[in-house]
Structures are given as structure tokens and as C-alpha cells.
């Protein structure tokens, strides 16, 4: 009798403790959500949390052959749960994914957007691919990115996108430079401890080194400084490739007119911390260039893989371990010697892709593939189609992110969030598990999250901006 009222009571105990670590742990994805805008997860966790401790304390407080019950269920299903988290199932495996011939930059859908119709170089371009000339030509009829006429345009945002883009643009002359006369001997490892932790200082989230390899080089040159049509010669043997954070309350109104706002912002930070970096390797004695927006020599993506600082998912974005697809990439190429990280293959991360279609489910102009990855150019990759992306932003006016803002890898980085990642990392069953709960708490196809309110939004007028200022309101006051 004594041991089975001691089992009964240890039960109580197990329930009621099982109650509260259920509740607090919701209740802590409740107050997470709300911090991130997420009205639908913080609604249903705050649901949850009730629901569950109701539950287990009814059954806590139920007769002692209900409580035995609910521990048995209880206990078994925690049992099961932590098998399955144990268990590697669905891991994807690597498979071919190194390039195996370099990507000329002149075929990319930038370089062919500033194709100028009547030009030599339109002429020879369409010449050499025929099949590309109608696509483009009516990407071209559209407003355009930033356009006052395009479908999402809001002056004011806009405005700010073209100062950050225009900053860019005056950086692009100066990704290279003369080299000090005087080298100084530093040990690779020092000089990759010093430039990873600068390169940090200066604004950069991760960042990895990796040898330069012939795939990662475009073999012609089809944007920035240079001849176009220019073979490229890279002979830097290094290559430091960092991260920058995209705003996550930035990106949730995508493809709104915030997220170019914040897209141009990030290309200017990754553009500042690539050209000091540069700068100071140079002063260094060592030959140095930096990667960015609109002058690149390398495919900054997969150089970003190589360095260890992520893989290439279902979107062709780089997708990080701590933040997803919501970065900007920099890099910068050198003959100083430095100690390559190496790729650090993540399988859960190509499982999690082939699993979870969310980016395609989502993206407006299905430009993003479903099904599994296939061969392109000797590497297995998801191949998106950058024609219809790339118009689809010519329509809007805005470089669009959805597909970056619906990625359950892209929320923020917190601890509840973190403890999921490390999760899927290591499970199968946690990944398939985690993609479900992300369905139900934040929705299949979420709907976007609203802008800061700092930011006014499309069809306001510059009335409501004073009025909410404390100013006199203008008549007929323009809409932005």
C-alpha cells in the first residue's frame, strides 16, 4: 500500500512538473512571438500554454488510477520523443554540388538588365543568346526597382533605398587599390584571427576564410569596373567571406517597399566592411580586392559556402546557421596567407530544404522549384529561375524577400529559436516535427508582418505623417 501511494504521489509531482515546464516554455514562445510581430504564433502559443497545463493538472488532480494513466502516456511519450530526437532519419546527403565550369557574368540577369538596347555590347549579347532577348526586353518594359510607377512604390522608402544604393555605387571604384611598398611577415594565423575579429569590430556577423577556387571566379567580366566581356584573372590564392544581418522586422512586410530599403542598407554595410578589410590588407603589403554589389569577380555565395559559413538551399541563397537566408554576403580576395576554415557540410540543412518547400509554396512569381535538387553544371543544386524573379521585381518596384521572410530558419536569433536549430541539426524527427509546428504557429503561407511603424506606409499622405508629428497637416496633401 505504502509503495503504491508513493508512486501515486511521485506521479502528482512528474504531472504538475511536466504542467509547468509546458506552460512556461509556451508562454515563453508567446512572449517571444509577440517581440517579433508574429500576432498568429503569440495568439495560439498563449492558447496552448492554457490548454495544457488545464490538462496535466486535471489530470494531476483526477483519481489515482487516471493519474497512473497519464504518467504511463506521459512517460512513454517522452521516452518515444527522445528516441526519435536520436535517431539521424532523413538525412540528405551531400552528393556532387561543386561546379564544375565558371559562370560567365554577363548571362546573369543583372548584367543583362544593364544592357543598354542599340549598344555593341546588346547587339553581340543577343546575337550570342537569342533565346534571352524577349524575356529581357520585356523585364525592361516594366517600371522598374524604385520606380515612382511600380506596384509597391512609396516615395519616401524609396528615397532611402536609392541614397544607400547610390553610396554603393560610389564605393564601386574602390574595391582596389595601390599596395604598400613595405610587406610585413605575419603568421597566417594571426593575420586570420586579427581580420576575422576586425571584420567583426566593423559590422560583419560570421565570417570564414577558403581558398580561392577557379568556380567561384566569373570567367567574364559583365558588371562594374573593367572592360565588359573582359576574361577575368584572379590569382588571389585567399578569400575572407563574412556575413551582415538583414533586420528581421525589416523584411516581415516583404516584398513591400521596406525590404529594398533594408536590402540597400545591407549592401552598404557589407560594401564598408569589405573595402576597409581591403584597405588594410593592402596596407599591409599584400595585393587585396573587395566583392560587392554591382563589382563583384566572384560568386560570393557558394565563395561563402567554401569559407564554412553555410549551404546553398532550396532559394540559391546561402543559408547560415544562426539566421537562414537573411544576410548580405562580402568578400574579399588576397595573396596574404591566412588559414582556410573549410566547408563545414551540413546535410540537416539540405534535408530540411528538400522537406520543407515553404520558399516555394510562398514565392509570387514561382520562381523558386519544388521537388528535389538536380544537375546543373555538373552540381546537384535547386535551380531557381532568375528571369521570372528578376521581373517580378521590376513590376514591384522592390527586390521582393519573401521567400527569405517566410524561411523557418530566418527567425530571429534567440534562445527559444536556438534550442529548435540545434534541434534539427542533429534530428530528422526534430526537423520534421519543427517544420509542422512552424506551419501551424506562424501558417503555411504566413501573412507579412506589419512595418515599423516609423515607416509610412504605401497610399498615406504627407497630412497623416504631420498629424502624427504634431504639424499642421497640408491640404491636398501628395500620397507617398
Known amino acids: 500500500m505504502g509503495a503504491y501511494v508513493d508512486l501515486d504521489q511521485s506521479l502528482t509531482l512528474a504531472l504538475l512538473a511536466i504542467g509547468a515546464l509546458t506552460f512556461f516554455g509556451l508562454l515563453g514562445l508567446a512572449f517571444t512571438s509577440l517581440l517579433e510581430g508574429e500576432r498568429r504564433a503569440t495568439g495560439l502559443a498563449l492558447a496552448a500554454a492554457v490548454a495544457a497545463a488545464a490538462l496535466l493538472t486535471l489530470a494531476a488532480l483526477a483519481p489515482p488510477s487516471v493519474r497512473l494513466v497519464a504518467g504511463v502516456v506521459v512517460a ?89 544604393f547610390s553610396l554603393t555605387e560610389a564605393l564601386r571604384e574602390d574595391v582596389d587599390g595601390p599596395v604598400a611598398s613595405e610587406k610585413l611577415e605575419i603568421p597566417p594565423e594571426v593575420a586570420t ?106 560568386i560570393a555565395p557558394l565563395v561563402a559556402r567554401d569559407a564554412g559559413l553555410g549551404e546553398i538551399g532550396r532559394m540559391g541563397l546561402l543559408m547560415t546557421p544562426d539566421l537562414g537566408p537573411r544576410v548580405r554576403l562580402g ?36 520562381s523558386i522549384p519544388r521537388g528535389d535538387r538536380e544537375m546543373v553544371a555538373g552540381a546537384l543544386r535547386w535551380r531557381i529561375n532568375p528571369d521570372t524573379c528578376f521581373r517580378y521585381w521590376n513590376s514591384l518596384g522592390t527586390d521582393c524577400g519573401r521567400c527569405m521572410a517566410v524561411c523557418p530558419y530566418s527567425h530571429p536569433d534567440t534562445v527559444l529559436h536556438d534550442i529548435v536549430r540545434y534541434a534539427n541539426r542533429r534530428s530528422g524527427f526534430a526537423r520534421r516535427a519543427t517544420l509542422r509546428l512552424d506551419d501551424v504557429f506562424y501558417g503555411r503561407k504566413p501573412a507579412a508582418r506589419p512595418a515599423p511603424d516609423w515607416i509610412p506606409a504605401r497610399g498615406q499622405t504627407i497630412g497623416f505623417l504631420h498629424r502624427t508629428h504634431g504639424r499642421t497637416p497640408e491640404k491636398n496633401a501628395p500620397t507617398l
Open 76 to 164: 512513454v511519450g517522452a521516452v518515444v520523443i527522445l528516441v526519435l530526437l536520436a535517431v539521424p532519419m532523413g538525412k540528405a546527403e551531400r552528393g556532387p554540388d561543386v561546379p564544375q565550369v565558371r559562370v560567365d557574368e554577363r548571362t546573369i540577369m543583372f548584367a543583362r538588365a544593364s544592357l543598354e538596347p542599340g549598344s555593341p555590347e546588346y547587339a553581340a549579347y543577343y546575337a550570342a543568346h537569342p533565346q534571352d532577348m524577349e524575356g529581357d526586353d520585356r523585364t525592361r518594359s516594366l517600371p522598374g526597382i524604385g520606380s515612382p510607377e511600380a506596384a509597391k512604390a512609396n516615395r519616401l522608402v524609396f528615397a532611402a533605398m536609392e541614397a544607400s
Open 193 to 298: 584571427h586579427y581580420l576575422r575579429n576586425v571584420a567583426r569590430y566593423w559590422g560583419a556577423r560570421n565570417v570564414g576564410v577558403a581558398e580561392t577556387k577557379s568556380y567561384h571566379v566569373y570567367s567574364h567580366v559583365g558588371r562594374g569596373t573593367g572592360i565588359y566581356g573582359e576574361p577575368i584573372t584572379l590569382d588571389h590564392r585567399y578569400a575572407l567571406a563574412f556575413t551582415v544581418e538583414m533586420d528581421f522586422h525589416m523584411m516581415g512586410p516583404s516584398p513591400d517597399a521596406p525590404v529594398v530599403m533594408e536590402s540597400s542598407r545591407q549592401y552598404v554595410e557589407a560594401s564598408k566592411v569589405a573595402l576597409q578589410l581591403a584597405w588594410l590588407v593592402r596596407s599591409l603589403g599584400y595585393v587585396a580586392r573587395a566583392h560587392i554589389d554591382g563589382n563583384y569577380r566572384v
Open 331 to 366: 568578400v574579399v580576395t588576397t595573396d596574404l596567407p591566412l588559414v582556410p576554415d573549410g566547408r563545414i557540410v551540413d546535410p540537416s540543412v539540405l534535408d530540411f530544404c528538400a522537406i520543407c518547400e515553404k520558399c516555394a509554396d510562398n514565392c509570387p512569381s514561382r
